[in-house]
Structure formats: structure tokens, C-alpha cells
């Protein structure tokens, strides 16, 4: 099982911009997909982005294409996800995932270890 521990959440602007960093401990992640995954309040918790365990390959929902960036440094152990054009819509707690799949899967089933959370609130 990997840990993952979020942070780089906060309060921000609309159109302003943050930087999500996600650590992980306890395995590397060279193997693993990762993802983001976000939780809106009073709604279920949806895809964001996911990215190959080679980063060669990303994958993103649609209401943040062209807006956010989801990209790993293997060797830090770190996964990231700079969000630009940030919208009061894009408020929510922003999870890190890790899988050991073979796709860039939405699925949050398929996500076994999850960190704790990182609160993001985009004011209009």
C-alpha cells in the first residue's frame, strides 16, 4: 500500500491559479497510475485527470481541459496538478489516487490508496 499525503489547497480568486503536490510514501510510484479526483460539496466525488506510471500519457475530464495540468516527477516520488483559470466551480476537496492498472481509468473504483484531502475554494 502507498501513502499519499495532498497539499497546496487553499482559497483563491476566480481566474487565479494553484498548485496542487501530492507525496507518497511507503512504495515507489514508478508503477502506479495516478489521478486526481474531486469532491464538490453535497456531490460525489469525480474524475479530474490521470496519468501514466511513464507520465508519457494524460488524461483529463472535460470541465478542466485546457485548464489543468496533471504531471509526476517518479524520482520525487510527487504527483502535481496546476490549476489555471480556476472557476467557483472548481471548488471542492481535490484527492490524490494510485492504482497499479494497465489505462488511465476514471474509475474510482479502481483507486486503492487515497490521500486525505486538500481543500480547494474558489471565490467569485
Known amino acids: 500500500q502507498v501513502q499519499l499525503v495532498e497539499s497546496g489547497g487553499g482559497l483563491v480568486q476566480a481566474g487565479g491559479s494553484l498548485r496542487l503536490s501530492c507525496a507518497a510514501s511507503g512504495r515507489t510510484l514508478s508503477r502506479y497510475v495516478m489521478a486526481w479526483f474531486r469532491q464538490p460539496p453535497g456531490k460525489e466525488r469525480e474524475f479530474v485527470s490521470a496519468i501514466s506510471w511513464s507520465a508519457g500519457n494524460t488524461r483529463d475530464a472535460d470541465s478542466v481541459k485546457g485548464r489543468f495540468t496533471i504531471s509526476r516527477d517518479n524520482a520525487k516520488n510527487t504527483v502535481y496538478l496546476q490549476m489555471n483559470s480556476l472557476k467557483p466551480e472548481d471548488t471542492a476537496v481535490y484527492y490524490c489516487?494510485?492504482?497499479?492498472?494497465?489505462?488511465?481509468?476514471?474509475?474510482?473504483?479502481?483507486?486503492?490508496?487515497w490521500g486525505q484531502g486538500t481543500q480547494v475554494t474558489v471565490s467569485s
Open positions: 489516487a494510485a492504482a497499479r492498472i494497465d489505462s488511465l481509468s476514471d474509475y474510482v473504483g479502481n483507486f486503492g490508496s
